[in-house]
């Protein structure tokens, strides 16, 4: 079966956002974005939040387009053009979308599908609100949490909805030159 | 100056004990890796700071062991229990009767920013606090650590006591090091970004 896996900026408190959706604090640089470029390497589908994906949808369709566009951008814009996309929403309707696929109600079935079909990886970047949805159902098999070296104080947690205690494994932990912490979890 | 750090168990979501102060989520089939890495941090200490809350448990529970020299921890023990404490509470008395079951302890119950100043300024090698939540995040809050050693063990609990909670403001790190340990913890140390 392949993985849903969940790729995450979050501060060293835990919240993937401050009170009002504060993201200021997050630290990307060349030595990250390579670095997820060996998970999309592996992933044939992204999974959204209607938020996040309208944010994304926005901009990577054409960002290979761009006169000024990085190595990044042209690696990570073909890749978001040629997965199948799923976005959790009520009120996109597929139909008018390229690509995508909507899912609205029963989290818990609809996933598990994708997850049984063939292929590789599913990844999802970002998506507070849909990580708390897919946590209630334990349906998350590997973290990838990029820890930014700061206390927040409040804001949106990461984690939300877990009924039951989760013994993950340590899989890698990789401090970068930014003093950005990445971890590997699995299931 | 002498440093005042930090050594916390937490888990992946951020919480330093269950709700009832459960701490079965922590990973406790350690290594001789993160033996080291404890042994490193707490060697150049001199003073054990603690809450009110954690002294009590924390002074009887080693000093139960120190009784048995032929306990694998006996070593660990004895130092936890001959190190001098600080234990900090605004609510005790000095002359409490308390303090007379805590060994080789002091109290201050000033202001908390003040009594850590004044402790740090007096010759001596490093202070390390153990906890609880509540008096952690107050030296948080008021950005009274030094080094912070964040022991993140590989689970994630759902709720609980956290140390963050009573930072107002944003509070910038500097990442010093990330270890991976064999037992599946990642200790994270950072010191605040100046």
Request: glycine fraction near 6%.
């Amino acid at each position: 079966m392949r993985k849903l896996i969940l790729c995450m900026h979050v501060s060293v408190d835990g919240f993937v956002a401050g009170p009002n959706g504060e993201m200021d604090w997050i630290h990307v640089d060349d030595e990250i974005f390579d670095y997820a470029g060996y998970m999309t390497d592996d992933a044939d589908t992204a999974l959204y939040g209607r938020v996040t994906y309208q944010m994304m949808d926005n901009y990577w369709p054409t960002a290979a387009d761009n006169p000024n566009a990085s190595k990044h951008d042209i690696q990570h814009s073909t890749w978001y053009n040629s997965v199948e996309k799923v976005v959790f929403s009520k009120t996109l309707s597929e139909s008018k979308l390229n690509n995508i696929r909507i899912i609205s109600d029963d989290i818990n079935d609809e996933i598990q599908k994708i997850k049984n079909r063939n292929g590789k990886n599913i990844l999802m970047f970002g998506s507070a609100t849909a990580a708390h949805s897919l946590m209630q159902y334990n349906l998350i098999d590997e973290y990838w949490l990029f820890v930014n070296p700061v206390l927040l104080g409040e804001g949106i947690p990461l984690f939300k909805n877990v009924n039951d205690k989760i013994a993950l494994k340590l899989g890698e932990a990789r401090a970068f030159a930014s003093g950005v912490v990445g971890l590997n979890y699995k299931k | 100056m002498r440093k005042v750090k930090l050594q916390m168990q937490m888990s992946i979501d951020g919480f330093v004990a269950g709700p009832d102060g459960e701490m079965d989520w922590m990973s406790w089939n350690w290594g001789d890796d993160i033996n080291k890495y404890v042994a490193d941090l707490t060697t150049p200490v001199d003073t054990i700071l603690l809450g009110r809350n954690m002294a009590g448990g924390f002074i009887s529970h080693w000093k139960e062991i120190t009784k048995n020299p032929d306990d694998p921890q006996y070593p660990f023990a004895r130092i936890m229990y001959d190190t001098p404490k600080v234990i900090f509470s605004k609510k005790l008395s000095k002359s409490d009767p308390v303090l007379k079951e805590w060994d080789n302890s002091i109290l201050v119950n000033g202001i908390i920013s003040e009594e850590i100043k004044q402790l740090k300024a007096q010759p001596g090698k490093d202070i390390i606090v153990y906890g609880g939540a509540n008096f952690v995040s107050n030296l948080i809050r008021y950005n009274l650590i030094d080094e912070y050693h964040l022991f993140i063990n590989p689970a994630v609990i759902g709720s609980g006591k956290t140390i963050f909670k009573e930072r107002e403001e944003r509070l910038n790190l500097k990442l010093i090091e990330a270890t991976a340990f064999s037992c599946g913890i990642v200790v994270l140390c950072y010191h605040p970004a100046q």
